[in-house]
């Protein structure tokens, strides 16, 4: 795993590249199977000694993963508030849970193409007004994007999965149309709460699988 520093690397510092780590063995949602990947690791930023999320001691506010990263783990960049961009890599697959929440001064990011998972609660807590998803993505999970006012959806062929609360809000507004691509095959129960359109449209000859009772 990534070693920690020697003490004042992250004081004077605006841009940050994280170094690569050895690979570990995790469960392949793609191939159903355990595979060897590099992962970068929970709250990464407190390996480096001078950095304290939220305090203010650094001036980091630049954060690129290299190519060679396969998944974000859960929390990688929990509660880190003051950091306002983050460059993924185009290796990356999986973003996982929680991986952004609570990253306030995130008010956008650009997707990789080959991103196919993105984890629950990856980026609540975050200030994105919009997002474009890339080709490859397949499944956003439960409350991905929970609360945040990202009014323009425009979801990828090849999507098939939304799950619970993935876009919900928790204070209504009226929007235009929102189109659902013939890849989806399922969508979580209030996947779409407090998001009043006025037309939506089901691009496949079937609507996708959603649970019953549940709105959406």
């Known amino acids: 795993f990534i070693q920690k520093d020697n003490?004042?690397?992250?004081?004077?510092m605006a841009n940050l590249t994280l170094p690569l780590t050895k690979k570990i063995s995790v469960y392949s949602e793609s191939s159903k199977k355990y595979e060897d990947k590099m992962v970068l690791p929970k709250q990464v930023l407190e390996h480096y000694s001078n950095y304290i999320p939220g305090n203010g001691q650094a001036n980091l506010v630049?954060?690129?993963i290299p190519e060679g990263y396969d998944r974000l783990a859960k929390e990688a960049f929990y509660n880190n508030a003051q950091i306002t961009t983050f460059n993924l890599p185009s290796s990356l697959k999986l973003i996982g849970e929680s991986a952004f929440e609570n990253c306030g001064a995130l008010t956008s990011i650009t997707l990789n193409d080959g991103l196919e998972n993105i984890g629950k609660k990856a980026f609540v807590g975050?200030?994105?007004?919009?997002?474009?998803?890339?080709h490859?993505?397949?499944i956003i999970n439960d409350a991905a994007f929970a609360d945040l006012r990202i009014e323009d959806l425009k979801f990828n062929?090849?999507?098939?999965?939304?799950?619970?609360?993935?876009?919900?809000?928790n204070s209504a507004i009226?929007?235009?149309t929102i189109q659902i691509p013939a890849s989806v095959k399922f969508i979580g129960a209030?996947?779409?709460y407090g998001r009043e359109y006025q037309d939506v449209y089901f691009l496949g000859e079937n609507a996708p699988i959603m649970p019953?009772?549940?709105?959406v």
């Open 174 to 176: 009226t929007l235009n």
């Open 7 to 12: 003490g004042n690397q992250l004081a004077n």
């Open 190 to 192: 209030c996947a779409f």
């Open 126 to 134: 975050t200030n994105l007004t919009e997002i474009s998803f890339p």
């Open 157 to 169: 062929a090849g999507l098939y999965y939304i799950g619970n609360t993935a876009f919900g809000l």
């Open 62 to 64: 630049t954060v690129t």
């Open 136 to 138: 490859s993505l397949r």
């Open 212 to 215: 019953m009772g549940g709105s």
